[in-house]
C-alpha cells in the first residue's frame, strides 16, 4: 500500500477512534479560533477540536490536492500530554507519526 493511501486509512482510523470515545464535535469552533498563532491552537481550541477541524482537513487536502506530504512530523507527544486516557487515539496518532516521520 503506498504512503497516500496509508495516511488516509490512518485518517479514518483516527476520525473512528475520535467518534468511539466521544471526541468528535458535531459544530467547529468559532472562527476566531482558527487565528491562533500558538503551535496546535493551546490558546483557543482544545486538543481534540484541533485534530478534528485543523490537522485532518489539512491532511485530506494534501492528499486531495496530490501535495507532498510532511516528512518531520510528531504530534504524539502533544497528544500524550493533553489526552493521556485517550489510548486508542494515541496509537492511531502514533501510527501517523511513524507513518510520516521519515529520516533524510
Known amino acids: 500500500m503506498n504512503t497516500k493511501k496509508q495516511v488516509r486509512e490512518i485518517l479514518e482510523d483516527i476520525e473512528q ?3 468511539n ?3 468528535w464535535h458535531a459544530t467547529p469552533p468559532e472562527p476566531d479560533a482558527f487565528e491562533s498563532k500558538e503551535p496546535f491552537s ?7 477540536q484541533w485534530l478534528q477541524w485543523v490537522l485532518i482537513p489539512r491532511m485530506y487536502a494534501l492528499l486531495a490536492a496530490e501535495a507532498p506530504l510532511p516528512t ?11 489526552m493521556p486516557e485517550a489510548v ?3 496509537n492511531q ?5 511513524d507513518l510520516l516521520n ?3
Do not use: N
Not at 496518532?93 to 507519526?97: C, P, T, V
Open 17 to 19: 477512534a475520535m467518534r
Open 93 to 97: 496518532l502514533q501510527r501517523l507519526d
Open 42 to 48: 493551546v490558546d483557543t481550541m482544545s486538543a481534540e
Open 88 to 90: 486508542l487515539l494515541l
Open 72 to 82: 518531520r512530523f510528531a504530534i504524539t507527544p502533544y497528544f500524550e500530554e493533553a
Open 21 to 23: 470515545d466521544k471526541l
Open 102 to 104: 521519515i529520516e533524510d
